[in-house]
């Protein structure tokens, strides 16, 4: 195996990509698994579940980064965006989260044009059908001639019609030697049919005018639907946390999980599908050989993040990390606060401040930034800016950048969401330069979206 994994790292040092893939499938094939790393490669058994090799490469199928089609009824706007393939954000390096920032505001909300209503059209074709009754150029005419010859089925023509078609062709033409009353003996003599065709008509007025027929009632405004939420989460190790915080959410909540599981660091990816399995029906995972960027891998967290939101179909998207555990129903509260003007609810929410040196904690109400703790985003909102921000290979500070791109107002509901955290991982847990460094390449983007001079 070792000798095979050798000739898979010098093929992709070749950019022989092609046959680097073909090794893999060999090794696979044999049992085992190559994760690739800043100093080579290492070789683990093969796991149990499917195992895509990058990010990249997990399907998307079902929504296909297309927005859903929900009605507004739902308190979410219908329209949404995919994915823009051109959507790059600026990987350059920056400045950290204590640097001097500007002020601006995030700029207002922009709707996706809707489409021209139809009704006026439509009402003045029906309008135009109606005048036209009994004419011969009329669109329902041969209808009408149908109805109004004898032997026909008069009892399918409505009494307006049956009216119109009584006074166009059961009645004799006016002699154009003057007007006569209509009924005339003489007349009934010259044209019998035409006293049977009016008969057969007036039967059937009084067949459809009946006052004691059962009247259909209008149809009520159609009940609100709730909207429909998953939870996408990222799992780059520590399985012990992600068992609680999935426990907790399918305790409290009816949101739907998908989740991302970078390279098993830990086991944790094993973890997860052992959770999968036990709730096929709430729980989706997915599982790439990239390892964390943080942990010298390639996978970064605004890829993760986008396809995460890729895979999700629902009309609220839940960023959450698997450090922040349910006490109760935090999601809901969240759901809740979202509405045409506000695209994203968080728990902890921030403001710079007056010094524009660092971000404060802020609300509940309206913040000008929610951190990547917990939070709810409308998904049509999320998409429509091309969803996280792809450079961002960290998670620090792109919270701030993702916050102030999205169209809309953001919320924080503060202490009052039955919510805790345990021992903060992505910031306690890695490497203090690699998360400096990160950092301020972040937070670059953040001033410039801040309007920093």
Known sequence: MTELAERRARARADRDYAGADA?????????????DTDDGFELAPRPSFKVWPTVSSVPVT????????RSAEAGLRPEGHGIPASTNRDTDAGTGRDAAVGTVEAGGETRAGEPAGTGGAAA???RGASADVGRGDAPDAERVAAAAEPGARPEGVGQLDAER???????????????ELLGRSDDVERAPE???????????SLAVSRVDEEVTPVEGRKPMTSPTVTVGLVVDGWPDDLRECVRALLTHTDAKIVALDLGDVDGSGAVLQELADADPERIQAWHVAETPHWRGGTAGWGESRNKLLELDDSDVH?????????DGDAITPLVEALSDKVSAA???????????REWKDAGPGDVRAVLGH?????????????GFPSGARYYRNADLEFSLTIPGNVVALGDELPVHEGRHRGYHDVDPEYRERESHRTYERVLRLLGSP
Request: glycine letters at 14%; zero cysteines; charged letters at 30%.
């Open 318 to 326: 839940v960023v959450m990390e698997t450090s922040t555990v349910l």
């Open 194 to 204: 035409r006293m049977v065709s009016s008969q057969l008509l007036w039967d059937a």
């Open 374 to 386: 917990l939070f709810a985003v409308r998904r049509d909102a999320a998409l429509s800016v091309g």
């Open 23 to 35: 090794l893999r499938d060999d090794i696979e094939a044999e049992g085992w698994a190559v994760r």
């Open 62 to 69: 079902g929504a296909g980064g297309r927005p859903p089609e």
């Open 346 to 356: 968080g728990w902890k929410g921030v403001d710079p401040g007056e010094d524009r």
């Open 124 to 126: 003045g074709a029906g």
């Open 165 to 179: 078609i009584g006074e166009a062709e059961a009645a004799p033409r006016p002699r154009p030697e003057g007007a």
